[in-house]
Every structure is written in C-alpha cells, then in structure tokens.
C-alpha cells in the first residue's frame, strides 16, 4: 500500500489500532484503551514530533513466550515500518515488561518517567512503576 500523505499514513495505522483493539480476542478492550492513553499521557511534548512511528503496546500469549516469536514479531513490525518508510520508532514499556528485550534489538532508551498504574476500582490502590521510551532508528534522515 502507497501512501500519499503522511497524514494518509498515519489515519491508516490509527484504523489498523481501533480494528486490533476491538478485536473479540481482546478481552478487556477498556484496559487496553486505557493503557494506552496512560503511555501517550507521559510522552513530553519536544519527544512527539521526534518520531513518525510509535509502538505502545505489544502482548504475547503466555503460551508462545520462550519460543523466539517475540523477537520474530519485533523484527518483522521493524521490517515492515522500513519498508513504509518509517525513520524512527518509539516503543512505550515500562519496568514490568521485559524492556531490557529491546536494547537486544538495538533500540536506546531516550526517556524514562515514574507513571501511575493500576485501576483503583479493580485493583484497590494505585502504584508506581518506571515507563521508558525506547528509540529505534531505522533510516537516516
């Protein structure tokens, strides 16, 4: 698929998120959105323009976990952003996710911020954790 304008490109990918999270397979689409929208909450504003694409949520059945698919799923979600002409990635994690995984895959971690998590209704109490921003650079400009 060609894109003509960024913005085309963008609107496409917005599409390809809202398809993903209304997915019957997710289970608990309201966490997911609210997730989110908690990761671009602390991106600061003089990181926003730096990239032009952006992960922020990648979940493995733990059922596949040890098998390298991971790292398979990486590299093709870094092959195919190349191919679309995407300079630099931004990958949202945080502490309790394995954010080590993608200093293996050659990303730098540019940004790092105490965020907010749980969900006081369902968990009781809201605790902290260590987000990251991650940059992966794919071309150069």
Not at 87 to 111: H, M, P, V
Not at 121 to 140: A, D, P, V
């Amino acid at each position: 698929m060609e894109f003509k304008e960024k913005d085309d490109k963008k609107r496409f990918y917005y599409l390809i998120k809202s398809i993903l999270i209304y997915s019957p397979l997710i289970k608990d689409k309201q966490a997911i959105i609210k997730y989110s929208e908690d990761y671009d909450y602390y991106t600061p504003i003089e990181l926003q323009e730096r990239f032009d694409g952006k992960i922020s949520i990648i979940i493995l059945d733990k059922n596949y976990c040890g098998k390298g698919l991971d790292i398979k799923m990486i590299q093709k979600i870094f092959e195919y952003a190349k191919k679309d002409d995407v300079r630099c990635l931004q990958i949202l994690t945080d502490e309790i996710s394995n954010f080590r995984f993608y200093e293996r895959l050659g990303c730098n971690k540019i940004y790092e911020k105490t965020i907010s998590n749980g969900e006081p209704n369902i968990c009781k109490e809201i605790t902290t954790e260590q987000g990251f921003i991650y940059e992966k650079k794919l071309k150069s400009r």
